[in-house]
């Protein structure tokens, strides 16, 4: 399945003519890209395969040890996952990341940091922690890698 879903990833990447520098920040995707996801359907859920493949892959990161990210979201999934029976719906997901991408200033965030913004939205954060951490985000993404 995960070889499917990348294959499509794949494939869906090669198929653009135009240039990539919009829609990657610090060479992850961002919200040109899921946006552009909606313009260029491939498959039917191609932002449900796109995220499940990101979380994946995130979780492979995280199982070697080596991947440390300071803006992450990992203990909020915990307790997200420890408060709720099923697991977090990633259709609600979407919806929010579409929700999250429909101001303009929060295209330039990468899709992982839109997802984490989300999850601390679930998990409770209130409006002016959720402020502060989209911040951080806008001033990585406006930031140049060091």
């Keep these: 399945m995960n070889k499917i879903l990348f294959l499509i990833v794949i494939l869906y ?3 653009f ?3 990539y520098d919009k829609r990657y920040t610090h060479d992850s995707e961002n919200g ?3 946006q552009d996801f909606e313009k260029r359907m491939i498959a039917k859920n191609v932002k ?5 493949s990101m979380l ?5 990161k ?7 990210d300071k803006l992450s979201c990992e203990d909020d999934i915990k307790y997200l996952q420890s408060k709720v029976s099923d697991s977090i719906d990633l259709n609600r997901i979407i919806e929010m990341i579409d929700l999250f991408y429909s101001s303009k ?4 965030i990468p899709i992982r940091y839109s997802y984490c913004h989300c999850i601390k939205e679930l998990a409770g954060f209130q409006s002016e922690e959720l402020e502060f951490y ?3 985000l806008l001033d990585f993404s406006n930031s140049d890698l060091e």
């Design 13 to 15: 990447g090669s198929s």
């Design 17 to 19: 003519s135009q240039v």
């Design 32 to 34: 040109f890209m899921w």
């Design 48 to 52: 449900h395969d796109f995220l499940s």
């Design 56 to 60: 994946e892959n995130q979780r492979f």
């Design 62 to 68: 995280n199982i070697s040890g080596n991947y440390k």
């Design 105 to 108: 200033d929060n295209l330039i």
């Design 134 to 136: 989209r911040q951080k």
